[in-house]
């Protein structure tokens, strides 16, 4: 049981938030259909980041389980999968929303995305600008198909069920509730929804 | 029936050439088991890479069929995969191997790595190092299972099948032939072959 109150993250935009190594976070689908896009960062000057594709080399998953960790682009652990109270779909492998994206679907001016919100949440950090790695994409059920297609899913997400991240060393997390209307990865309705999370008390 | 003599990439180094936009590369699998490692970059500045991530949400699919485009981090067309006589079992989750893997893999000595042969190839042009994105990992056989478990498969591939790549603007594509040797990846008996390619003359 956690009595950590929860942060908001506004339906379309970005939070982020620094972690001292052993901290966590906890991101929380409170709705059930709202996809997170998560990146993490290594504290410093390095641009070290968390990587997918080199994690999944690592543990030989789409996605990690719990007690498994991510690895950043040098292949040294960042964050630990500690808790996924879900049944696990989460999406690893579809670039973040961008201008460009909305601007192929259609869109005659800007309309707000993952990318510049991972950006929006960095610089509230002061820290600078940076190109978008792939997202960790919280609750977002992209399942492939025997013959290698893939399915932009409805949401199979349940009404607080939430992961935990633990930092393997001091980080920035952002987070982005993912603005998408136009397709209907956030939900048949298509309406951005806020996005949750908490940073447990240790222990 | 393409007479264009074969170029060789030594087993475990790399090779990269400019193609013009509308000149093609076609990679060849002479052995049907030595995976090619490939990478395109939009000519000059930017930095605009071929980006996997992109491309599949643009696709709907975990690797691009003949007549589909590859597109930048910036989702303009780099590549069109215009011709694959292979099954079309080739990888584009994983990232490439790295001194950090071969460290992990319990190699005490530096070896040969993917990643850096992109940037001997590229050197090899006069073009600067870079961070080594996603690559396109041709003939490597990365099942998905229902469970999002990841397998490292034997090759799938027959000796003499290609992939054509047709250029939409002009870029630099490099290869690896990966030097893999301890996980079978480039076949039973982990032992890194010449990889192929050819530049078909125009028409």
Redesign the interface.
Known sequence: MNETPLETIPAGYGRAVRLRAGEAIEIVNVTGTQVIDTWAFVEGEGGEYM?L??T???T????PRPGESFLT???KEILRMEEDTSS?IHDT???AC?A??YQ?LGCAGYHRNCAANMNEALAELGLPAR?CP?PLNLFMNIP?HPD?????GAPVGHPGEYVRLRALCDCVVAMSACPQDITPINGADRTPQDGHYRIPSAG
């Open positions: 990587s594709p080199h999944r080399v690592e030989g998953r789409m996605v682009n040098l292949r696990g492998i579809m670039a961008d460009a994206r192929r190109e792939q492939v290698r297609s893939l399915e932009q």
